[in-house]
């Protein structure tokens, strides 16, 4: 077949086999066109060719994605930087690209902990960077000082017995955060201004509400972990910043929305900049947040007797909240329980103690939490023992019952089965009936065998092949067919030039071809189950 190419302002006509692929193509306009991608181990360069308004990818055939003749492509050389270093985080098991210059490793490890915090989440006091040999690296100190080359891994690593928690937290699981929340009270509540840091910075409302009802205040900084809270001149800058200004900085409205109905003082709160929510969504440019949050700042604030303006509201506010602050800290003084670090704590300093933050999995507890020991089991003697003891004489403790062997005869012996065969029936008659009187009715076991697959009249000659390819391709690749629909839907609506059912017939022809083995394994799709039925 014939299709046009167009490359560089230029169109050129080529004869090609349906079934070659996008990758041998590629390889045969670079000798056509001459073209000769530039050599750089910082950016890499490469061919590109869409139909439809899709990217193909090198695997696929001409005909699978319905390129027939007189189709046109478009090629064109793209480029992508690559990461200058990339970090492991061993929480989530992903590895996040650091993407720059090489000037970035001549920045400080405090400045690289600051990017990898915008891209996954964490505070920056929830994790350390280290080297794959084991070398921690310490914010005071430059990455070239640990002879960080470009393209070197590091590692995340987080605190011990903290990755189901922080699991928890990036899938806005409540009930997983509370279960996985740490018995000591200073370090539980450090652990909940952690959970409340990721959920304003992925939205996480549910989550969010919920930290804010246990009260966790949303201006209230995250600060350092318990153990290092008499080492704060060192701490990281970042350790200053709000969940408010989190939610500021990654455009979450609804997180925004949450935080200043709950508390309007959470208007006025400033980073370690100077700057409030306002400013930092105006420096961002996400206009939704910044239009809601000017709208609240020029509002008016109508109490009992008189009305004030929003800024007069926030600054009694303020001086309220610095009130109450030293009047809790004088009670705190004496005698009052106190949220911060003892000295009888532990303590941890960088250089001289042993970290505590290499991603370990919590103990499991000798002790149940009630308070009841577990009794050890004792180990059962080996058969040959058992049969060796059998012929001996039985002798009774005085604290143990007395046991009579009689032996049986083989016919009261069948009998005795009968009957046990007989008040099972009863048994499982008499759960029929009380079914029956309930309105319930218990049905036999369902096999895969008896059922029939659904068979979809009109939509091709013969749509029972097509179920029955994607069976067998879902099987040869170890995923279900409703995530090969999924996956194959998503890559035909891709193609945006297209109308629905050319998109349609697209997807089919990629399952039949097995094309979804290469889903990843932690893919979703943006389709849900119920979109297939329509």
């Known amino acids: 077949m014939r299709i046009f190419i167009y490359f560089e302002g230029s169109c050129e006509l080529f004869d090609v086999s349906p079934t070659q692929t996008v990758r041998a193509m590629k390889q045969m306009l670079k000798e056509n066109f001459l073209v000769q991608l530039p050599d750089d181990n910082h950016v890499q360069y490469f061919l590109e060719l869409t139909y439809g308004g899709a990217t193909l990818q090198d695997s696929w055939a001409l005909c699978d ?7 046109a492509i478009r090629c064109l050389i793209k480029s992508e930087q690559n990461p200058v270093i990339h970090v492991f985080n061993a929480v989530t098991g992903e590895t996040i690209p ?5 000037t970035l490793l001549h920045m400080s490890v405090a400045g690289l902990k600051t990017l990898v915090s915008m891209q996954c989440g964490l505070p920056v006091s929830a994790f350390r960077l ?8 310490y914010d005071c100190n430059q990455l070239q000082h640990y002879g960080t080359a470009v393209g070197a891994t590091l590692r995340l690593d ?7 928690f922080l699991h928890g937290c990036l899938l806005g699981h409540s009930l997983t955060v509370q279960s996985h929340l740490s018995d000591e009270k200073v370090v539980m509540r450090f652990q909940l201004r952690v959970a409340l840091y990721i959920a304003a910075f992925l939205g996480h409302l549910d989550l969010a509400d919920w930290l804010l009802e246990r009260g966790v205040h949303a201006e209230e900084p995250v600060g350092v972990h318990p153990y290092r809270q008499w080492c704060h ?3 990281h ?6 969940p408010i200004h989190v939610a500021a900085e990654n455009n979450q409205l609804l997180i925004l929305k949450l935080f200043v109905t709950k508390k309007p003082l959470t208007l006025a709160c400033q980073d370690f900049g100077g700057r409030d929510p306002l400013k930092i969504t105006i420096q961002h440019g996400h206009r939704d947040c910044v239009r809601y949050l000017a709208n609240k700042m020029c509002s008016v604030v109508s109490l009992p007797n008189i009305s004030l303006p929003m800024r007069i509201y ?6 309220m909240s610095l009130g109450q602050k030293r009047v809790s800290s004088v009670k705190c003084q004496y005698g009052g329980d106190s949220l911060k670090a003892w000295v009888v704590d532990m303590l941890l300093v960088d250089g001289f103690s042993q970290s505590k933050m290499s991603s370990k999995c919590r103990k499991a507890d000798i002790e149940p939490r009630g308070g009841i020991r577990a009794k050890a089991l004792q180990p059962l003697p080996p058969i040959s023992n058992l049969l060796s003891l059998s012929h001996l004489p039985f002798k ?4 143990q019952k007395r046991h009579i062997f009689q032996p049986v005869n083989p016919s009261d012996f069948k009998e005795m089965q009968k009957r046990h065969k007989l008040d099972r029936k009863e048994e499982r008659l008499n759960k029929i009936n009380e079914g029956d009187k309930r309105g319930t009715s218990t049905l036999p076991p369902i096999t895969m065998g008896n059922l029939s697959r659904p068979v979809f009249v009109g939509a091709s000659p013969k749509p029972s092949k097509i179920l029955t390819a994607s069976l067998k391709s879902s099987h040869h690749c170890g995923h279900t067919p409703s995530e090969n629909a999924i996956y194959c839907l998503s890559i035909a609506s891709t193609f945006t030039e297209k109308p629905w059912f050319k998109q349609l017939s697209i997807a089919r022809t990629l399952i039949r071809k097995c094309v979804p083995s290469r889903i990843p394994p932690t893919w979703t799709g943006p389709f849900q189950i119920s979109s297939l039925s329509a």
């Open 65 to 71: 994605v319905g390129i027939n003749s007189g189709s």
């Open 98 to 102: 650091v993407m720059g210059s090489e």
């Open 130 to 137: 280290s080297s794959l040999a084991g070398v921690q690296l």
């Open 158 to 164: 987080s605190w011990d017995g903290w990755v189901d």
């Open 233 to 235: 001149q060192t701490a």
């Open 237 to 242: 800058q970042d350790t200053g910043k709000c």
């Open 314 to 319: 926030l600054q009694m506010q303020r001086w």
């Open 396 to 399: 009774r403790t005085p604290h």
